[in-house]
């Protein structure tokens, strides 16, 4: 409202002979403001106008001149512009300026400043828009009546001391429980098969001999699963498979797979 007054003030409109007409005023202009609800007095907008800057904003606006000379500079400005907050202020304090890291990461902030980023970016889920997307046989309903109604899968990645490290998981929606886990170095078929495989494995050990009715649910496509030989079967996705005594078919649905087991 400051800024309008103020781009508006010194406005003169035309007069009824087109001469010179009226030229509007702070005072006139507060109270037509005031009128229609927007309640400012001339004393505010003159007390605006001569605030004098506090001594952070000064402080601010010094050293976003200093990083802002440093970074155009022809010599080190490439250099200062791969720089982090942390190695930016590293860098400040090495010239003398006295400036805590938190105003060097608020300034950074304010002004979009990133420094450079290392390594590359892990993607987990690759959407192949060419394959055909089946009905979502879940819509985001992520719970059950009993065990073993609705698994969902996923998985992710971990940044280690080694690299990163992919991690699948099967959790039962039912009693939120990981029936099923597998972690590798590299994202392939065999980290999501090896998973579920876990997830049936861990149900016959607990005494069940039937899946009829399950459903398991993931996101679209995150790796390309093909058939593969386990046991005495095919364990695979899209095919009907005999895995420790319990036959299940699997069919995708548009966010990724569903399972219903017979």
Request: charged content about 25%; proline content about 3%.
């Amino acid at each position: 409202m400051i800024r309008f007054i103020a781009e508006h003030k010194d406005n003169q409109v035309a007069g009824p002979d087109g001469g010179a007409g009226l030229r509007w005023g702070v005072e006139p202009m507060c109270a037509v403001l005031s009128e229609h609800g927007v309640p400012i007095s001339p004393s505010t907008y003159y007390e605006w106008i001569a605030r004098t800057p506090t001594r952070r904003q000064a402080r601010d606006a010094e050293l976003v001149e200093i990083i802002t000379a440093a970074r155009e500079d022809k010599k080190k400005g490439r250099f200062v512009q791969t720089l982090g907050s942390r190695k930016l202020w590293i860098w400040l304090r090495g010239q003398g300026h006295d400036v805590a890291r938190c105003t060097v990461e608020r300034i950074m902030r304010e002004h979009g400043w990133e420094g450079a980023r290392y390594g590359s970016k892990h993607k987990t889920t690759i959407a192949d828009d060419s394959h055909v997307r089946y009905p979502d046989l879940v819509d985001r309903r992520f719970y059950a009546c009993a065990p073993n109604r609705l698994w969902v899968a996923d998985f992710t990645y971990v940044a280690t001391w080694m690299g990163f490290v992919y991690v699948a998981f099967v959790i039962d929606a039912y009693s939120r429980r990981i029936v099923g886990w597998r972690a590798t170095r590299s994202m392939t078929t065999d980290l999501v098969l090896d998973a579920v495989e876990h997830a049936f494995f861990t149900r016959a050990l607990d005494g069940t001999s039937s899946l009829r009715g399950l459903i398991a649910h993931s996101d679209y496509a995150e790796v390309c699963v093909k058939p593969r030989i386990c046991g005495d079967g095919l364990c695979s996705w899209g095919l009907l498979a005999d895995f420790s005594a319990l036959r299940f078919a699997v069919i995708a649905d548009c966010r990724g797979f569903g399972v219903g087991l017979r």
